[in-house]
Structure formats: C-alpha cells, structure tokens
C-alpha cells in the first residue's frame, strides 16, 4: 500500500497543484462570464413562461360599469338610449349621453322620465348598454 501510495502521490500532488490553480482561475472566471449568463437565462426562462401563461389564459372580459340615470329619449332603429346618469365609478362624471345599447330589446317597455339602473361594458371601440332595468326614484 505504501507502493502505491508513493508511486501514485507526485500524480496526486500534481493533480491537487491543478485544482489548486483552477481553484484560483474559476471562480473568478464565473464571477465575470458565468454568473451575468445565468441571470440572462434566467430572465429568459421568466420571459418564456409568462408569454406561454398569457398565451393559456382566455381573454380578460372587459370590466362592467354601473350607474343609474333617467331617460332622455330612445331610439330603436338606431340601438340608442339617451340618458341624464349620475357618477358612473371608474368610467365618467355625472352628464347627460347617448349610448349604444347591446340588443334593442333592452329598450322595449322604457318611457322618458323612467329612473333606470344600467351596466355599461366595452365592446370593440364602444362602450355598450349591456343590462337597464327600473330604477326606484332618489329620495
Ligand atoms: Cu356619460
């Protein structure tokens, strides 16, 4: 055994005197080339899974709007409803408006004068009447 371990030990030694050089060079190798890799393939990766979840994920439905108001006037033909409507949160100040109803069946049995509640939500470039219904009076 101790044969061997002599025969074998200047190799060892000379092998231990490699790693203790490459001990010195790596790290500092890895510091500067390695390292700002890694991050980069990070970032990479982060990126790939984000586009693939959005990718996976149905399109977002356009939030939904809520005010109340009163009729101005309508117009079937046209898929109108002209409202005097209070603070609509998140969309508009209080004013007076014609929008664009979803279906013209939402209009039927709607009176000028009539206190309505309605729900408003994008659609394309416009932004639609999608429900109306009675409305009580404000106090
Ligand atoms: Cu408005």
């Known amino acids: 055994m101790a044969v061997v371990g002599d025969l074998f030990s200047p190799f060892d030694e000379q092998r231990n ?5 490459l001990g010195r060079r790596l790290p500092k190798a890895s510091m500067t080339t390695a390292e700002p890799s890694a ?3 990070h970032a990479v990766v982060i990126g790939l899974v984000l586009l693939l979840a959005a990718a996976r994920a149905p399109a977002q439905p356009s939030p939904v709007y809520e005010g109340t108001g009163s009729v101005l006037g309508m117009n079937e033909a046209r898929g109108t409803l002209d409202l ?4 609509i949160p998140g969309l508009m100040p209080p004013m007076r408006m014609r929008f664009a109803v979803e279906r013209v069946e939402l209009l039927r049995g709607l009176h000028v004068g009539d206190r309505v509640r309605f729900a408003l939500q994008a659609r394309g470039d416009q932004v639609l009447i999608i429900r109306v219904e009675p409305a009580p009076a404000p106090e």
């Open 17 to 21: 005197g490699v790693h203790r050089l």
């Open 39 to 41: 991050w980069w393939g």
């Open 84 to 87: 005097d409507h209070g603070p």
